[in-house]
């Protein structure tokens, strides 16, 4: 008898594992959603059933995907007391929460929960599905990990079993690569619209610069893809850098960032002075 998935929440990620699973074969019993239009409509996308309460999700499932926003989860984890969960996989898909933080003394009620998060930005709730058999999956949880290791394997995605404990310093990596670019690179659109650019033309201007860098940093890693001022430890310039973007934010996240490339130039150039590049981003 196949495992039955269903899912408490139907938003983006809800949807989208949903529909990945779904394409993969694995059988889907359905949503529930506190406006019944979403459950409705993530049910006729995914071809499976809508449900009137939470209640009736856990009853008809086997596996329990609480696809709700990360203050929700243990809410409506603990709305589930009252149902039989026993020999249920209780999951979440939240980045920094671990599975024990989010259903507390899960194992008391026969259940085991864990933590399956897509290592991948879900932005379109109809669309995303497409590209997560390519995504990076990271996995903890309270019970053995062998059913989801071979479950998400099959389908595509590669997967990386974490501790609970790691699950702040990993979010905290993910949120680094993904959300924080968005701050430097807003940054220097904006400092090319202050040269005349356009909002467009910025990116345009950009998009190579980033894309080339991009590629070299995950092809060869930070200490070979540094270039510019700091490697080459270009003092006078850094320090107009510093005069232009003068003490706010951005000035504060430039020598911040400036600080950390110090140390990769020096792993790159261990004979090269940046003692005095050091003083200046003090």
Known sequence: MQTKIGFIGAGKVGVSLGKFFREGGLTVTGYYNRHREAAQAAADFTESACFDSAEAVADASDVIFLTVPDNKIREVYESLRGVDLRGKKICHCSGALSAEEAFPDIEALGATGYSIHPLFPV?????????????????????????????????????????????????????????????????????????????????????????????????????????????????ETVRKHLSVLGDGPEGEMYRAASEVLVSIAECKNPDREYAGLRRILE
């Open 123 to 235: 932005s379109d709730k109809w669309a995303s599905y497409k590209e997560l058999g390519s995504a990076f999956f990271c996995i903890e949880g309270t019970g053995p990990l062998d059913f989801w290791v071979k479950t998400l394997e099959s389908l595509g995605p590669r997967v990386q079993e974490i501790s609970g404990d790691a699950k702040a310093t990993y979010h905290a990596a993910c949120a680094i690569s993904s959300n924080l670019v968005c701050a430097l690179v807003n940054t220097s659109l904006n400092l090319l619209q202050d040269c005349g650019f356009t909002e467009a033309g910025a990116r345009e201007a950009l998009t190579p610069l980033i894309l080339s860098n991009v590629k070299h940093l995950l092809e060869d890693g930070p200490v070979q893809a540094l270039t510019g001022p700091v490697e080459r430890g270009d003092a």
